[in-house]
């Protein structure tokens, strides 16, 4: 037996645990004790993460498309064809006509790779992964405010707090290990404010659980600093020596008494005065939130909020306190921080800036990068549809079932003239490429994971890939090398982070001996730099944090006559994004087998629906059928559907309104109507 510790595939929590193999195949988890945040325990999909590793629909060569089938190729003609192909669109269409899109289930360092690919070799900005899907409002709202956008507290601050705000985050199931922390606080007698209109596992924990309506965040958020602020209990010293613009907020609050904000939110004017009081009143309220916040049209409004909700009452900077989004994915955080994103180069260094466009050159030994905003990935498969976009490359992503309105998604990616993707099974997405590229999984590569508290952890390769299947980051080491940038190379992944370390100011003192046992986290700026747990300490980023008022914005589209009903998207405890690793996964699959649509009781026997009967739930998109799961978890008037599932796929419903700041969808709310199908 060998065991090999490295980062759970999973969620942005990044537990740690051994990888158990025997002759060369895993055979089981352990979790690692001593690691700061799983401290010996993991949820069912961490107990499992081992078992899709051999699953026979693992990739295991490269396919090209011939006369419409997929033939297998050798590495050689697959990466010639695919650098020929991306060229032949750069020369003829323009640099602007490729997207590359990245992987948050990729290392820091192939995020990095794709990243100097994209604008080293190809010339385009056009990067970006699938933070545009869940966190880019935090990234856009939080940078403002405070300077970083990043989660400012660390997981373990849980335990100093005496008030935890959970809102917009069903934590128990999407980051376990976080949810259990937090009720391990409350049994310590922390209290805990949860604000969701699900009857989430959380909220039975809670000394006070708002049911408010879908969409109305800012509403709520506004009215409880409306009272903090009029019963004077905001931390006036605090936002005296830290902060800017409160004057503005308080302008904007004062309009939103509770009695107005009842009316939006559904809520009574004396549950909001409660959760006012409750989380002024706290020595340290840690406001924690999740998708809940983020996928609105109006997701960056929301971030803002919370961030003006900490900053008037001093929860920031301190432990126990902060604003903490939990990231989605297992590398979504370490993708933003590497600059798979349009907007910036690794450690959030902004591409519009000539500095940092003439260092990165240097460093990558090119005579120029690109001067054009780049396109978020959203923004992308828009363009595509108009034939803006001609040649997309997506590694570890599968937007046909993880972007809002398939249809919209479906006619991007087949109006594309060339579509590359690099996976470790043939994905919905895959199905559709002209070219394929197998991949390692985690188990099968070294490198590194950032997880939500910006901790920097090594992934190590416990069991060889399967077939010619190899590590993204030396397929992209070739590809660069085969379009004819030769300087490429690194005989191993920390090669990759020293040259990180050397251009990106936040992992400055990052490198892999010092990543032992349990990590780092950024910013970590010099070689002697213990990390930072906790973001803000002295001063912002920014220097002061910055109030930004926001105005309420309802939902793009709200319920009527036709679509009755508000739906809401998510994740469930057993499987996670697009289900292409837990369902393949036995015991998980197991668990939850197929697609559910979650409805109220009173609407259920309104629509004569029982339970397990199949229903037909229809948006203006489209069209899809899903058992019955009658159930008071939602409210009445609302749906609720998660999005792992093909056969059942969520994102047939959802809207693609996208917020006008940060691009991110509306995944939390659209309308929809549903009938029982006899
Ligand atoms: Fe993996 Fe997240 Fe579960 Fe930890 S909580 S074992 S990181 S899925």
Not at 260 to 275: D, F, S
Request: aromatic share 6%; with cysteine; glycine share 8%.
């Amino acid at each position: 037996m060998k065991r090999t510790l490295t980062v759970c595939p999973y969620c942005g929590t990044g537990c740690m645990f051994y990888l158990v193999s025997q002759g060369g195949r895993l055979v089981g988890v352990e979790p690692s004790s001593t690691h700061p945040v799983s401290r010996g325990a993991l949820c069912v999909k961490g107990w499992n993460a081992y078992a899709f590793v051999h699953h026979p629909d693992r990739l295991t060569t490269p396919l090209i498309r011939d006369h419409g089938e997929f033939r297998p190729a050798t590495w050689d003609e697959a990466i010639a064809t695919v650098a020929t192909a991306l060229k032949s669109v750069q020369e003829r269409h323009g640099a602007d006509s490729l997207m590359f899109a990245s992987s948050a289930k990729a290392t820091n360092e192939e995020n990095y790779l794709l990243m100097k690919l994209a604008r080293g070799v190809f010339g385009t900005n056009n990067i970006d992964h699938c933070a545009r899907l869940c966190h880019s409002s935090t990234v856009t709202g939080l940078t403002e405010a405070f300077g970083s956008g990043a989660m400012t507290n660390s997981i373990a601050c849980l335990d100093d707090s005496d008030l935890i705000f959970v809102i917009g985050s069903n934590t128990t199931e999407q980051h376990p290990l976080i949810g259990s922390r937090i009720m391990n606080a409350v049994r310590g007698g922390a209290r805990l404010i949860v604000a969701d209109n699900r009857r989430i596992r959380l909220s039975r924990h809670a000394d006070l659980h708002l049911r408010h309506n879908n969409g109305s965040d800012v509403p709520l958020l506004n009215a409880m600093m409306q009272v903090i602020i009029a019963e004077g209990r905001a931390d006036r010293a605090f936002m005296e020596s830290r902060t800017e613009n409160y004057p503005a907020l308080a302008a904007t609050v004062a309009q939103w008494p509770p009695e107005r904000a009842a009316a939006v939110t559904g809520l009574t004017p004396e549950e909001i005065v409660a959760a006012a009081r409750l989380f002024a009143g706290a020595r340290a309220a840690m406001l924690v939130y999740s998708m809940g916040i983020t996928q609105h049209s109006h997701g960056v409004d929301n971030v803002r909020s919370c961030a003006n909700l900490a900053l008037l009452t001093g929860n920031v900077g301190r432990p126990g306190a902060g604003v903490n989004p939990l990231r989605g994915q297992n590398n979504v955080q370490g993708g933003c921080d590497m600059g798979a994103l349009p907007e910036f180069y690794s450690g959030y260094q902004q591409a519009a800036d000539p500095l940092v466009r003439e260092k990165f050159a240097r460093g990558w030994g090119v005579s120029s990068l690109p001067a054009t905003p780049g396109l978020p990935l959203t923004r992308a498969m828009n363009a595509a549809t108009e034939g803006r976009i001609k040649g997309m490359f997506i590694m570890g992503e599968n937007p046909l079932l993880s972007d809002p309105d398939q249809a919209h998604a479906l006619r991007a990616l087949e109006s594309l003239e060339l579509l590359v993707v690099q996976d470790i099974f043939l994905t919905e997405t895959a199905r559709l490429a002209h070219l394929v590229l197998p991949a390692a999984c985690f188990a099968e590569k070294e490198g590194t994971f950032t997880n939500t508290e910006r901790r920097v952890q090594r992934v190590r390769k416990a069991v060889d890939p399967p077939g010619e299947a190899r590590p993204d980051w030396q397929i992209l080491c070739d590809l660069a090398r085969s379009a004819g940038y030769k300087e490429i190379s690194y005989a191993a992944p920390h090669e990759i982070m020293a040259e990180i370390a050397a251009l990106t100011p936040l992992y400055g003192g990052i490198s892999y001996d010092r990543l032992e046992p349990h990590g780092l986290q950024w910013p970590c700026t010099t070689s002697d730099d213990p990390g930072t747990p906790i973001l803000h300490r002295e001063h912002f980023t920014r220097g002061r944090g910055r109030f930004i008022p926001v105005e309420y914005r309802p939902s793009a589209e709200l319920p009527d006559e036709e679509y009755p009903f508000v739906l809401t998207t998510g994740r469930s405890y057993f499987h996670w994004h697009t289900g292409s690793m837990t369902r393949r996964t036995h015991l998980l699959d197991r668990e939850e087998r197929s697609p559910f649509v979650e409805l109220n009781p009173h609407d259920a026997a309104r629509m004569g629906v029982r339970e397990r009967e199949m229903t037909q739930v229809t948006s203006r998109r489209g069209s899809i059928l899903l058992a019955a799961r009658v159930s008071d978890i939602v409210p009445p008037g609302v749906l609720f559907i998660p999005f792992h599932f093909v056969e059942g796929a969520a994102n047939a419903l959802t809207n693609n309104v996208l917020d006008p700041e940060s691009s991110i969808p509306e995944f939390k709310v659209c309308a929809v109507s549903i009938r029982r199908v006899p």
